[in-house]
């Protein structure tokens, strides 16, 4: 069977045990394979925002060969016009069935409904690299106290309740992607921001979250997430002109004056070669001072460096941490000055977050009780661990969201549903839950991995402590 064949079956099935058990059978296909690894490595861009037009196929290279030219758009040997140019003649010369692949492929979205947890789940862990992202543990009196042994300067920041973005700045693109390595088309709004590339003297990485100022936290992330599913479609020359009058009339603007108002709160940067490796040899203190000259310098106004306050002791970051959940914060992060930028969650970052909150994976959804107004519409959904060792079924869902998750039922299966509770309970089985578990909002491919029962524990215990 056809590449293409393969992904249209597996797209036509909802059921996630299918695509995986589809993506088993095909794992040893070794162009199938590396269609996956391409379209879904989050290291691997190609920097192309726009797919160029063609008109006439022809079945000269193989899919297997094309696949390996795409590392010349990787490496950055063709890029602007050049690169598109260069896309356009591999195009022209595979099959039309074989250009949809490659056209699916350059877009990071094979459209198939299965996503890399599922890739690495069928073929080995480690098919896809995750994207690296520099997080921070949960609060714990030792490690607080630890962080201010053990480093000269400790500095308290927002913690950001935007939508994350990094942001990869190259001689000639600006790429923003989100925390799973999705693409985030914005329509060029932030293409300014390539500046900032002379500033550091190559190409970068800028880490942060994407807020509309003077909006909440969810009418702003939901804002954002529509923006991005109206530019994506754009992007492949499919735009959605109904999308565009519903988004236009429920927020009162058109779309291009909302993405202006959309505003980049940065914490961090590094080289685009070390964000590949993961790591990076520089001192926290070092990259915040460089950051925020650069920012000042350029004075763009859809950037802006994060707040915070250095502090010396755990009173001034206990004091720092209230006075922000005062203003309606979320709460702050303790970081180290003189840690490094390191893939993973190190001790030298301390989270403060008085409310818990999880993210779950979608596993089924349930009508409502039979002779009430909503016995023909999704009431409830059921969601689970990564592990599958807590299931749980939040309640507080819309009319609104419940039409929503009606008419979507197959393509959420396996969707990341942000979940508030009020701690964990289990039973004398050790089967866990959540308590009082409130509907809060899908992650919109900013998350692609629900959260663990040891990680909803850790957060639970933090809690705890800072109450």
């Not at 630890?146 to 990869?168: A, C, I, P, Q, T």
């Not at 994976?361 to 349930?366: H, P, Q, V």
Request: glycine residues 8%.
């Amino acid at each position: 069977m056809q590449i293409l064949g393969i992904l249209d079956e597996i797209a036509n099935n909802s059921s996630k045990n299918f695509k995986i058990d589809m993506l088993k059978e095909n794992a040893n296909n070794e162009v199938f394979k590396k269609v996956c690894q391409l379209a879904y490595c989050p290291v691997t861009q190609f920097y192309i925002k726009q797919i160029p037009e063609v008109t006439a196929y022809a079945d000269n290279i193989s899919l297997d060969e094309a696949l390996d030219s795409l590392s010349k758009l990787s490496n950055r040997e063709f890029t602007g016009h050049n690169g598109r140019d260069y896309l356009r003649a591999i195009l022209c010369n595979l099959t039309e069935e074989n250009a949809i692949v490659l056209k699916r492929v350059v877009l990071k979205d094979l459209r198939a409904g299965f996503s890399e947890s599922s890739i690495n789940k069928a073929m080995g862990k480690g098919t896809i690299k995750e994207t690296p992202y520099m997080g921070a543990v949960s609060y714990g009196a030792k490690k607080v106290d630890k962080l201010f042994s053990k480093y000269d300067r400790v500095f308290s920041e927002v913690k950001m309740d935007g939508r994350y973005s990094n942001v990869k700045i190259t001689e000639d693109s600006v790429f923003m992607e989100s925390r799973g390595g999705k693409p985030t088309p914005l329509g060029g709004v932030f293409d300014n921001l390539i500046k900032l590339r002379e500033r550091f003297g190559g190409d970068v990485v800028i880490n942060g979250e994407l807020i509309i100022p003077d909006m909440d936290r969810y009418t702003s992330n939901g804002v954002i997430a529509s923006l991005i599913s109206i530019n994506g479609k754009a992007l492949e020359g499919k735009i959605n002109l109904k999308e565009v009058e519903k988004f236009e009339q429920k927020y009162k603007c058109n779309v291009d004056m909302m993405a202006d108002r959309i505003v980049l709160v940065a914490w961090d940067y590094l080289p685009l070669a070390d964000y590949d490796k993961g790591s990076w040899d520089c001192p926290r203190a070092t990259r915040m001072k460089c950051l925020q000259v650069a920012l000042r310098w350029d004075s763009l106004p859809n950037i802006k460096f994060v707040e915070y306050k250095e502090v010396t002791n755990v009173g001034e970051a206990m004091a720092h941490f209230k006075d922000l959940l005062n203003r309606g914060e979320e709460g702050t992060i303790l970081k180290g000055g003189e840690g490094h930028w390191k893939d993973g969650k190190p001790t030298f970052q301390v989270k403060f977050k008085l409310e818990m909150t999880v993210d779950l994976e979608i596993i089924g959804f349930n009508y409502g009780t039979k002779g009430t107004k909503n016995e023909h519409v999704i009431s409830s959904v059921d969601v689970q661990s990564s592990d599958g060792l807590l299931v749980t079924s939040p309640a507080g869902i819309d009319e609104k969201t419940m039409k929503m998750l009606t008419e979507n039922q197959e393509s959420l299966i396996g969707s990341i549903l942000e979940v508030k509770c009020s701690g964990l309970s289990s039973n004398s089985k050790g089967e866990y839950a959540l308590l009082h578990p409130v509907y809060i909002g899908l992650r919109d491919g900013e998350k692609i991995t629900a959260d663990s029962l040891s990680q909803i524990q850790e957060n639970e215990n933090m809690i705890k402590e800072l109450k």
